[in-house]
């Protein structure tokens, strides 16, 4: 998915208990001329990063009828995975592999992009109602260069007391995804049945995230909108979901170690050092080898936006001491 970074002084987060911070999202428009909005949790000022997970955009329900539906064209990425996950709707996914596939509701795409590769994404003329979430991980250094690799995986739903859960990366609740990634990760939808409260065993190495889709959910004893994002740092043995509402409420919990490494994210990159950007901003620009080229898509593919007069900083959480 076609990132541009805009900060907004609209974004916020505010600790209302010990470990927890709720993250606001703003709206960014996402794709070029045909742009569609999306709501954005990750990165912000106070936190570029829930493990590996650096970049969480919510999108719908969102009435194709009305609003064009996705139609992002050819654009690049370096030095990540994407993660594709929905609720409703229906995607179709061209890459510079020669992948042509689809993402329905219930299943993962994820693409590794790490050294180059570049990808369209188009939602299909049956699709009447666009939901989900658009995900990206960061590569850790010794990894940023891997090749090119897509997979797909349908996790089947399981129920544990209170919630039922599909687990798409990483282990939860005894269930494991087979996807791989190059760090420990958890990625898990996770529907809380109406007025219930599910307890779920995590790892204490790991700090979480718990993006609310839909239903008034507190995190422990922190209220989560929709939209909202609530961050656990690390040392939770266990995390407790509520659902106050009276129908069941849909949440995407990630987790993963803290990820110690500084990067660098502009547009559809991520690397160490602004010349890392430079530099694969050159090679899109001149149709490089090193991001291929998308057969199938009926138009032209994404012009890179200018670089900004300024050294593109390198981002970090901050620090937990």
Known sequence: MDHTEVQTASETATAT??????????????GGPRAMTVRRTLPQRSRTLIGAWCFADHYGPDRVADSGGMDVAPHPHTGLQTVSWLFSGEIEHRDSLGTHAFVRPGEINLMTGGHGISHTEV???????????????????????APREFQHHAPAPFRVHGAQLRVFLGTLAGDTSPVRTFTPLLGAEVLIDAGATVTLDVDPGFEHGLLVDEGDVRLGGTPLRPAELGYAAPGRTTLTLTNDSDHPARTVLLGGPPFEEEIVMWWNFIGRAHQDIVQAREDWERASDRFGTVDGYPGERLPAPALPNAVIAPRTNPSRH
């Open 17 to 30: 208990e010990v470990g927890i911070e709720v993250l606001t999202a703003r709206d960014v428009p996402l």
């Open 123 to 145: 939602s299909t003329p049956g699709t009447t109602v666009l939901h989900g979430v658009q995900l990206w991980v960061a590569l850790p250094a010794e990894h940023r260069h």
